[in-house]
């Protein structure tokens, strides 16, 4: 069919959106709307310019007959700063405190718009580290590594606890969770993983790091290397050791103090990782 | 900032693609690029035609002070057909048979393109229905859920097989597996779920169905109501009786033949209820 300018900028526009880290050939759209190429490139031009000026990311284009148009997500600082204090406000809330100094964050975890906020800021300081999988443990973690996935348009393998006759043939580990010193088990399905992936492992929560030292053990075992790192709470205090050194984290957990009901949430390390992952990607 | 026309409708089409199901007055588009509202009325207009015309869904207009627009994600039947196609083709290999007539999957459910895509035909069917929650069941019915809540905009709840400290109370029941006889318990965090809660149902696999009739019940234990049931696949044959009777299924698995190496699929009831729960929907 053959549409108007507007019309074109809407569904490119959308197209884009829906379709991330994929390069997509100019003829595909001029094909889609009968336009010349040159109409289309100059409609990238106004999309580029738009994603860019309103913090949406980047389009790519890369030239030549096997070239096409790429759309990068990447949150700019102040889309951060503002989940970051919207996150902060949310975690310091007293009632979230459990017994045991635990904090309640399944209302958190269970919000998609915030995922996917969350998942675009992560998408955004891994996008240039050829992330071919993301890798999470169940359960609490699968939401955001989803979220993060589908910026990154990768697929997710989930690491579970126990194994599933659902899953076929299965290698397990055992491992050292950081803060209970207790021994403990993760499998993975065999087919899920390639040797020699680039696995962007994601997690809601970390402390000693014992579970993701876990996850780091596993991929060894595929023969797949961790290119990332990215919890969205990082817990301090009271750790003798951290077994896991490079990561991001959103945000930082230094205190619940349960008789006093009182939070303490601070920044992660989000922002000054972002800044030197990010160094020398858009550019 | 003043923004021409067809950078306006670059940057509209974004925020309605990120925030469906939400009604968003029109003077958050005029107060953002500085317009006119009988400019961002037009420019709607354009959006709303794209978005009929290329199969992405709708725009509402509510008139009125306390009215705006809200994008409703629909898929047409055309989309609906080559995503049951696809999945058709690829559940249909033969090396996804598991020892015990199972079906491997997990390569299907850690796809979020694909996760996205079934969980806007899902969120289609249901999107007159005023759902307020997802609820699904750890672990592999989760990517799903947060697919279809994202695109109704609604929190999605996890129940889970065990409880754990992070949850905070929980309220749990036993329920009979349809298939095995065996009794299971399932349980979900007490303040993840406000009496009177119309909710949605997911899951990516459906048998007899014990399942998902232990969650009803424990819907019931909330006070809260069934407002609609989906399943990825439904599984056909050796079932006595079927424990759930009104749901929507995309496909429909009839037989797995450990012996013959063939598994044959189906489209579920998708398109027939889709067919019936739109009507009078759109118009």
Redesign the interface.
């Known amino acids: 069919?053959k549409l108007k300018?507007?019309?074109r900028?809407?569904?490119m526009?959308?197209f884009l959106?829906?379709?991330p880290h994929r390069l997509v050939p100019l003829t595909h759209f001029s094909d889609r709307y009968g336009s010349a190429k040159s109409s289309i490139s100059e409609d990238l031009g106004?999309?580029k310019?738009?994603?860019e000026?309103?913090g949406?990311g980047s389009l790519i284009t890369v030239p030549g007959a096997a070239g096409g148009v790429k759309y990068i997500p990447l949150s700019n600082e102040e889309e951060a700063a503002q989940i970051i204090a919207d996150l902060s406000e949310r975690l310091s809330k007293p009632e979230r405190i459990?017994?045991?100094g635990?904090?309640?964050?399944?209302?958190i975890l269970?919000?998609?718009?915030l995922?996917?906020k969350i998942g675009r800021l992560f998408s955004s300081v891994f996008a240039d580290r050829s992330i071919d999988v993301v890798m999470t443990v169940?359960?609490?973690g699968?939401?955001l590594a989803?979220?993060v996935?589908?910026y990154l348009?990768?697929?997710?393998?989930?690491v579970?606890r126990d194994s599933r006759?659902?899953?076929?043939s299965t290698v397990s580990i055992n491992y050292i969770s950081g803060s209970s010193k207790r021994i403990q088990t993760m499998a993975l399905?065999r087919?899920?993983l390639e040797a020699g992936s680039r696995v962007l492992v994601i997690d809601d929560f970390m402390k000693a790091g014992g579970t993701i030292q876990g996850m780091v053990s596993l991929l060894e075992e595929f023969q797949a290397t961790v290119a990332g790192i990215g919890v969205l709470v990082e817990a301090q205090g009271d750790i003798e050791e951290r077994l896991v050194e490079e990561f991001v984290s959103l945000m930082s957990l230094s205190q619940v103090d349960v008789k006093e009901k009182k939070v303490t949430v601070e920044p992660g390390n989000y922002r000054h990782k972002a800044d030197k992952l990010l160094k020398g990607e858009t550019e």
């Open positions: 069919m300018r507007s019309a900028l809407v569904d526009t959308r959106l829906e379709h106004i999309i310019e738009s994603f000026q309103q949406a459990l017994p045991g635990y904090l309640y964050m399944t209302d269970g919000n998609p718009e995922m996917n169940a359960t609490k699968i939401p989803y979220a996935a589908t348009n990768v697929p997710v393998v989930i579970r006759v659902t899953e076929g399905a087919r899920s």
